[in-house]
């Protein structure tokens, strides 16, 4: 994660990057072309700005902003609300001075986001989208944690040395992951693995663990994303739910949580500035308290368990 910057210094950045997006896309009659990293790169070095391109542009995709078409193609994304609790999302490659000329709409930045408050009937003339479509996240992380671990499938296990097992019950160990050891594991249930070849690429399976030993495996997609939501999940289904600190001071609510999945990490984003533990992997993000409540719903959904830190 790059480091944190001054919210102001972030979203004219972004916003830079929205304008030479949308004008580079939009040179010829017709549909919107695709925009190159190095076209983009390049725009930002006529006017003289040190930021990167491509991190400004994994930026606004990670919100919706934008579009990523693969091999360093992009595409600025067709405006729109996502209402929410209070606010609603712009989602629009458009820069701000574009979207008020157009639209009579001046969003206000939030993370790397844009919201506003007072939406007229006619939603200034700009479509809407559903608040759950935009964030792509299931309704409930443990559910979806056990529709997953109902359908997978299990053949005889094999290939188990060297893999580590990770521990979604309670422990007194710090580290989660730990040596594959059977003594290690409960009497039944369902294990999460992992083995790091030596190409470097990490495999992950469940297992299926009946009187204390390994009865079954089951393969799990190369998703790096779907593993770690899927930790969240395990974590609540084994009654010991990953922590989420939160303390709230004049506007501005502080989350600390382990880093989550992408959904998640989209409505973080969107709306809070984040910043990483490099120690511990740990986000603390800060966020508007007009988002708290929809914030805060959400982690919950992915299965955090919320303690409250003195202010």
Not at 177 to 194: A, F, I, N
Not at 222 to 231: G, I, P, S, T, Y
Not at 237 to 257: F, G, H, V, Y
């Amino acid at each position: 994660m790059t480091p944190e910057l001054p919210l102001h210094a972030a979203a004219a950045s972004l916003d830079v990057m929205r304008a030479y997006l949308s004008a580079l896309s939009n040179r010829g009659d017709g549909a919107a072309s695709p925009v190159s990293v190095v076209a983009a790169q390049h725009a930002l070095r006529r006017r003289t700005l040190p930021a990167q391109a491509s991190e400004l542009l994994k930026a606004l995709c990670t919100i919706k902003d934008a579009q990523d078409l693969g091999r360093g193609f992009y595409l600025p994304a067709p405006s729109h609300l996502v209402p929410s609790d209070g606010f609603a999302l712009v989602v629009s490659g458009l820069p701000n001075q574009e979207l008020e000329r157009i639209h009579g709409c001046r969003p206000i930045s939030a993370g790397m986001g844009r919201v506003v408050h007072d939406v007229p009937d006619d939603s200034f003339g700009l479509p809407t989208a559903d608040f759950s479509d935009w964030l792509e996240a299931p309704e409930s992380t443990l559910e979806w944690t056990r529709q997953r671990l109902r359908s997978a499938r299990y053949v005889e296990p094999h290939g188990l040395d060297g893999c580590e097992f990770f521990e979604s019950w309670p422990s007194r160990n710090a580290a989660r992951w730990q040596p594959l050891s059977e003594s290690l594991l409960p009497e039944t249930g369902t294990v999460l693995l992992r083995h790091r070849g030596r190409t470097g690429q990490t495999n992950h399976y469940l297992v299926k663990v009946s009187a204390g030993r390994i009865a079954g495996m089951s393969e799990l997609p190369h998703d790096a994303d779907e593993v770690r939501r899927l930790k969240f999940g395990l974590r609540a289904a084994d009654n010991n739910p990953a922590r989420l600190r939160l303390s709230s001071k004049d506007q501005t609510t502080t989350l600390n949580l382990p880093r989550p999945p992408n959904a998640e990490h989209r409505l973080l984003s969107a709306v809070g500035v984040v910043s990483e533990e490099p120690q511990t992997g740990r986000w603390t993000v800060r966020i508007p308290n007009y988002s708290a409540a929809v914030v805060t719903t959400r982690l919950l959904a992915l299965g955090l368990k919320v303690h409250e830190a003195r202010s």
